[in-house]
Structure formats: C-alpha cells, structure tokens
C-alpha cells in the first residue's frame, strides 16, 4: 500500500496522480492522506510550499512501489474541468475517488463517467452539489467595509462552505471587485487580494484555526473587526501575505485582471426578488439616497447620543436616530432600527415601512402625533449587496447596548403601554429570546408596562404574497386597536 499525503488542492491532486499513472500504481493500492493545512501564522513562512513538499513525498512513494514508469497518459481537457469541480466536493474518499474514476478512463473504461456508472452517477452528484453551492456562495457571502483610516484591506469577508470553494470563490470576487483590496475568511482557510494579486492559506494552528472561526464569529453578528487581537491577527496575515520574505515556492499566488464577468444567474435573481419585495407594496415614491461606497459616514456630533460608542454601528451609520414623540405620551412604538431613510434625515419610521405604519394607525384610529416612536437600536445596520445598501438584523450584543438609550426612553416618556414591532424590539423590552409568533394577540406586563407585539411593517413590505401581506397589516392593526383600548382615548384620532 502507497500512503500518498497530499495537499488538499486539485493541483497537487493532479500532479500525484499523474505520477501514479506513470508508475501504473493501481487505486486500490494507494492510501491519499489529506494534509491539514498551509502556515499563516504572521512572520513566518507565509504559504506553505505545498507542491513542491508533496511531490517529494509521493516520487519517493511511487518510485519506490513501482520501478517501470511510463509516459503520462494524455487527459481531456474536459475531464479535468469536471474532476477539478469534484475536487471541491468535501468528502473523505475524494482523492481516491477522483483517481479510480482517472484509473478507469485512462484504461479505457470510458464509462466511468456515465451518469448509469455508480461512479459516473456519483461525480455527476458531486459536481452538482459544489456548482449550487457555488452559486450560494456568491450571491449571498457578505462583505463588509472597514474604516477606511484603518489601513487595508478594505473590505472582510466571510462564509462557512459545506465545499472547499474558498479558491472558486476567491477568483470569481478578484474579478468583481476590482481593484478594492479585500480579504475572504472561511472557517478553513482565507484568501488575500491587494487589488492585484490573490494569495489563499489554510490554518495549520489551532491558533489559526480559532482566528478563522472568531473572525467568522464576529463579522457574522456584525461586530466591526477594530483593535481587538482577532483583527490584529488578521491583519498581520494580510500584511504578511503580500510582503513577507517569499516562501520558497508561493503556491495559490496569482494575478487576476481588475474586470469582472457579468453576474452571475443567481445574483441576478436576488436581485429580482429583493426588487420584487420591494414592490409589493405601494408607496410614496422618494428619489433614492445617494450613496457612495467610499464616503466616509457623517458624524456630526449634536448630542450624547450622536456620539455613542457602545457598540460598533456607529462607524458605518450617518448618524443616530433619536425618538421623537410627545414627553409623556401614554403610547411608545418600538421599531427595530433606522432604514436608510432614517438613517438620512434623522426621524424615525418616515420611510416605507413608517408610511405603512401611517396606514396602520389611520386604520386603528390612532393620530401619529400622539405617540413616541423610537428604535430598539438607534444606527443603521447594512450591507452591501451589488452594491445596493441592504438591510441587516441588528446582532444581541448590539441590541444589548443600546438598551441603554432605550432604557432611557422608558424612563422619561413612562408610557403605560409599548407596541413592539419586530422579534428585536420585543427582545428590547423583554430581555428575553422569544418566538414573536407566539406572542402575537397577547399582551405582556413588565416592569409597569404593558407591551403589544406585532410584527414589523417591514415584513409586510418584504412579502410579495398580497394574501399574506394583508394577513400581516391586518395583524398590526389589530395590535395597535388592543394598544388603544389598553392606553385609553388620549391617543385616538
Ligand atoms: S447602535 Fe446604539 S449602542 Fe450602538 S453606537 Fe448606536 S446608539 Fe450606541
């Protein structure tokens, strides 16, 4: 038995099995061993020199086990594409599949890649799997722009594949974005791209490996990546990604061209959806916020609240948007966060989803100028999405501090009854994980207070059903019926 170490890479596949072929090293003798990744670690050995290593190893395997070596069969083009494609497939048996399916075909079994082979049927699947998840991969991997003072790179990326499609993923976004300088983490691995050349590692440490998955961690709850060690790790790998001392041979180290392919299908059909959603209801038409994505954020401090720093939403936000409402008012709305609407001029819920809120309180019989409308979280979280400023779901430690300002609210506008819209507002005002399908048609006591949940008006406006859109307002404008009856008539029309 030949035990193969390899680099799990199609290209250091292909070489070993291209030296087995020679030396006519049949699959069932031969063990592939996956070696568990290249150095990343900041000042040292940059990339791991994985092919060079690797075929040491197997030439001294393979000529060792069988002396008679021939010429290298010649193999298609087109069964490289696809075995190549299998190779993202994440499986233990992958090397050794891959090869008994080139053993057979170099030795005349061409039906080893028939869809009525079990191995043909099997790469068919294989390959299917990576393409969809492919195609996953790059319409919804977020990236998100750092502070643009703090240096390169300027954007972080993350996403945790079922597949090793980090190098596919990392060549298609060298080409969309461009000269931007961007660094893509996976729980295995991370690619570099200073805006000309693109470098992919592996963790080999368990500290590497933790700075993967802490990075992964904190950008996936939005947390912005600012001095903390996990971001000056990383950052020392970038650096040291394009300017250590080259490594002997620098493997997945090259250049791309700045211009991109066109979107890809999928892409283009979330676009569609989101615009679909965003046209499902109608409402007043507002030019679009002009909005660029290398202009610093706005910050104009006017106030304790315009210069909170309790958690990181402030960097990427124009300002904080504040309740607004009367100073004793027996009613509170609270939304989720600012949109961009908000976000741009500084009032809460004026944009579409506060125009349905209008509908809403019209059809409960409530005069908007009786309530206090406030947030549960007071800067806008987005990301971008073909370069379109989208929506995010505030992460609880964000909610969690800006509980402070809501804390505040509370307790100087003191209303004897808050509707909630949203499952984050109602965490806001109950401290508590919960389903908000369960709550609704209920009212919840705490802290002196009577709170009404419903869902946000923005549900409504993201559903493109028209059944259930209006299943959704009816639902609000019931709970802001019950609200009225619970404060009593001060907040009618
Ligand atoms: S979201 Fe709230 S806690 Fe975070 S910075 Fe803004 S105001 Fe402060």
Redesign the pocket.
């Known amino acids: 038995m030949n035990r193969i170490p390899i680099e799990p890479f199609f290209a250091a596949w292909r070489r070993e099995a291209r030296a087995l072929l020679r030396q006519q090293i049949e699959p069932t003798q031969i063990e592939w061993v996956e070696l568990e990744g290249d150095r990343l670690d900041a000042g040292q050995e940059t990339l791991r020199p994985a092919a060079v290593g690797a075929a040491d190893v197997t030439a001294t395997a393979a000529t060792s086990a069988t002396p008679a070596a021939t010429a290298p069969p010649a193999i298609p083009r087109e069964l490289l594409v696809r075995l190549k494609a299998a190779a993202c497939y994440r499986a233990p048996d992958r090397w050794a599949f891959l090869y008994r399916i080139l053993w057979r075909w170099t030795h005349g079994e061409r039906q080893a890649i028939a869809l009525d082979d079990p191995d043909g049927a099997q790469l068919a699947q294989r390959i299917e799997s990576v393409d969809h998840e492919s195609e996953d991969l790059v319409a919804l991997t977020l990236f998100r722009r750092r502070d643009p003072s703090m240096g390169p790179p300027e954007f972080v990326g993350w996403y945790e594949p079922h597949h090793d499609l980090l190098e596919r993923a990392a060549a298609y976004f060298g080409k969309r974005m461009g000269d931007s300088t961007w660094m893509l983490a996976t729980p295995q691995g991370a690619a570099f791209w200073n805006g000309m050349l693109l470098r992919i590692g592996r963790p080999a440490t368990e500290d590497s490996t933790h700075a993967l998955h802490a990075l992964a961690a904190s950008a996936m709850t939005g947390e912005a990546i600012t001095s903390e060690p996990t971001e000056a790790l990383w950052l020392a790998y970038y650096a040291s990604a394009f300017n250590a001392e080259p490594a002997p041979v620098p493997l997945r180290y090259w250049r791309m061209p700045a211009a991109g392919p066109p979107l890809p299908a999928r892409l283009a059909r979330e676009r569609s959806r989101l615009g679909a959603q965003r046209a499902a209801v109608t409402v007043p038409e507002r030019p679009p916020v002009e909005y660029s994505a290398v202009t610093p954020p706005l910050r104009e401090p006017t106030g304790p609240?315009a210069t909170?720093?309790?958690?990181a939403?402030?960097r990427n936000a124009k300002q904080?948007v504040a309740g607004a409402g009367p100073d004793r008012a027996a009613l509170m709305v609270v939304g989720e966060q600012p949109g961009e609407d908000e976000n741009q001029h500084g009032e809460p819920l004026t944009g579409p989803a506060g125009q349905l809120l209008d509908t809403v309180l019209a059809r409960a019989g409530l005069e908007r100028s009786a309530l206090y409308l406030t947030y549960a979280?007071?800067?806008y979280k987005w990301e971008t999405l073909d370069q379109q400023r989208i929506h995010r779901t505030p992460a609880p430690r964000?909610v969690e501090?800006?509980q402070?300002?809501l804390e505040r609210e509370l307790a100087q506008v003191a209303p004897r009854v808050v509707v909630t819209l949203g499952a984050t507002a109602l965490k806001a005002l109950t401290g508590a994980h919960v389903n908000l399908s369960e709550y609704l048609g209920q009212t919840i006591a705490r802290d002196g207070r009577l709170i009404v949940p419903t869902w946000h008006p923005s549900y409504a406006l993201r559903t493109a059903d028209t059944r259930l859109r209006e299943d959704i307002v009816a639902t609000i404008v019931s709970a802001f019926r019950r609200a009225v009856e619970l404060t009593g008539p001060e907040t009618r029309r």
């Open positions: 609240l909170c720093r309790r958690c939403l402030w904080a979280v007071k800067h964000e501090a800006c402070y300002w």
